[in-house]
């Protein structure tokens, strides 16, 4: 319960008084050790929720992170995680809590049960190539997390352009558009020059050669003639919490009509 909850139901009676003062006294910070300190509070602070980087960590520094994390909060999502990474977390895992590892987008969550409140929001995730599939599930992933509901359309770029109108039917009502693509990295402009929605452009690390590696897939969507927001290579995580975030706040202004 974030501290709006706890005060709703303060008001209606389902908590008392001393439980909430209970609730509202425990720490906004754990440490873990002299590793690391879980910010328990961001999701009610920022409106999204602490993701665990498991690339460039130790295995056992890891596992005491994402064990603490939902032990405090009742769910911990890490990204960009390996697979000998999973089977050390998923080795001893606490009491009640249960893991699921999403191998498309390197995603392990933990759960004791806790699910994450819907928003309301939905957002779309495309990719122009398969290649490209890895970023957006890990954009996936994040937008779920933060309760959007999310639709996808994978390998309808340019190339064939044909594809790309039966996904944006597919698609139609999402309140943001998540664009994958690597190489030439034209799709993000494309989506956005035919839909009345934000559109965040996620460059890949697709391609070869001159200004290969995500770089030349960059510069095209920062020069987009279409509107978009462009993050940086690779980052499904940022576009994924951007897009949720985002999509949050338009159903909240549509509910409140």
Do not use: W
């Not at 929001?121 to 509901?149: F, N, Y």
């Not at 050669?209 to 969507?221: E, I, K, P, T, V």
């Amino acid at each position: 319960m974030d501290k709006a909850d706890i005060l709703r139901a303060v008001a209606d009676g389902s908590l008392s008084v001393e439980e909430a003062e209970s609730l509202l006294s425990k720490p906004a910070v754990s440490k873990v050790g002299d590793v690391a300190n879980l910010d328990l509070e961001r999701a009610s602070r920022c409106g999204m929720p602490e993701i665990v980087l498991a690339e460039g960590k130790d295995t056992d520094s890891l596992v005491q992170i994402m064990h603490n994390f939902v032990n405090a909060a009742g769910r911990c999502v890490a990204s960009r995680i390996t697979a000998e990474q999973t089977k050390a977390v998923c080795a001893a895992l606490p009491d009640g809590v249960e893991a699921e590892f999403r191998e498309a987008g390197n995603i392990l969550i933990l759960t004791d049960g806790t699910v994450p409140k819907p928003s309301g929001g939905k957002v779309a995730v495309l990719t122009a190539g398969t290649s490209d599939i890895r970023v957006a599930e890990e954009a996936r992933a994040i937008a779920e997390e933060m309760g959007a509901e999310v639709v996808t359309a994978y390998d309808v770029g340019v190339a064939g352009i044909h594809r790309l109108f039966p996904a944006l039917e597919k698609v139609s009502g999402a309140d943001v558009y998540v664009v994958c693509a690597g190489r030439e990295g034209t799709l993000p402009s494309v989506v956005a020059g035919l839909v009345d929605k934000p559109v965040i452009g996620v460059p890949v690390s697709t391609g070869y050669g001159y200004m290969g590696h995500g770089q030349a897939a960059l510069a095209s969507m920062l020069q987009s003639c279409a509107v978009i927001t462009v993050v940086n290579i690779d980052a499904g995580f940022t576009a994924g919490a951007f897009a949720a975030r985002t999509a949050a706040l338009i159903a909240e202004a549509r509910n409140t009509k």
